[in-house]
């Protein structure tokens, strides 16, 4: 299975500020077929279902605010919050859908 | 408006059985593979079972196999997960998902229900 690793665990923000999360995979997720990386971001928020935030490493999904955005391609991949609201608080995955799917241990984002 | 509604959680013993259910609406249920996730304390969230549209294909982790057992019911717009010889470590939140795109079995996960928990103890 393919085994993926986020950094940090946890990430304390101030408001308006940058957040980033990194996440690794231990081998490639792109697909040269239709080039095309396997690599979804989610938020979970405590009571609530998991969100899907980004696919493809960084198509935004419907209704997900621009200050949300992926990047990253093969084996590193980045999610970032350009301007930290607090609604933004929860724990983020990335999760890679190229082979039986497999989630990060996840990132707790809190405000600073 | 799509919906995913879990059910069939609760408490069971070690050993034990139990059959979770996931009523669906909004959506053509039959166009998608649909999957299972659970969420542990330990270890965020897990990726359990997925079963194609026609339920001809099934895909389990690791740790689940021959233990649980994906199932779905097109006509009644319904995913069951049957689970036998629980342990304590399948205690968890279950969430049954929908896969983001018809007819594809890699792809992300786009709609999700509020999950049903499932405590395994004694």
């Known amino acids: 299975d393919i085994v993926m690793t986020q950094s940090p665990d946890s990430l304390a923000v101030s408001l308006g500020e940058r957040a980033t999360i990194n996440c690794k995979s231990n081998?490639?997720?792109?697909?040269?077929?239709?080039?095309?990386?396997?690599l979804g971001w989610y938020q979970h928020k405590p009571g609530q279902p998991p969100k899907l935030l980004i696919y493809?490493?960084?198509t935004r999904e419907s209704g997900v605010p621009d200050r949300f955005s992926g990047s990253g391609s093969g084996t590193d991949f980045t999610l970032t919050i350009s301007s930290l609201q607090a609604e933004d608080v929860a724990v983020y995955y990335c999760?890679?859908?190229?082979?039986?799917?497999?989630f990060g241990q996840g990132t707790r984002l809190e405000i600073k | 408006e799509v919906q995913l509604v879990e059910s069939g959680g609760g408490l069971v013993h070690p050993g034990g059985s139990l059959r979770l259910s996931c009523a669906t609406s909004?959506?053509?249920?039959?166009?998608?593979?649909m999957n299972w996730v659970r969420r542990t304390p330990g270890k965020g969230l897990e990726w359990v079972a997925k079963?194609?549209?026609?339920?001809?294909?099934?895909y389990y982790v690791d740790s689940v196999k021959g233990r649980f057992t994906i199932s779905r019911d097109n006509a009644k717009n319904s995913l069951y997960l049957q689970m036998d010889s629980l342990r304590a470590d399948d205690t968890a939140v279950y969430y049954c998902?929908?896969?983001?795109?018809?007819?594809?079995?890699?792809?992300?996960?786009?709609?999700w229900g509020q999950g049903t928990m499932v405590i395994v103890s004694s």
């Open positions: 998902a929908k896969t983001s795109e018809v007819k594809q079995r890699y792809r992300a996960l786009d709609m």
């Open positions: 909004g959506f053509i249920f039959s166009d998608y593979w």
């Open positions: 079963i194609k549209q026609d339920g001809s294909d099934k």
């Open positions: 081998q490639s997720v792109f697909y040269s077929s239709n080039k095309k990386d396997y």
């Open positions: 493809w490493a960084s």
């Open positions: 999760q890679q859908y190229y082979s039986i799917p497999t």
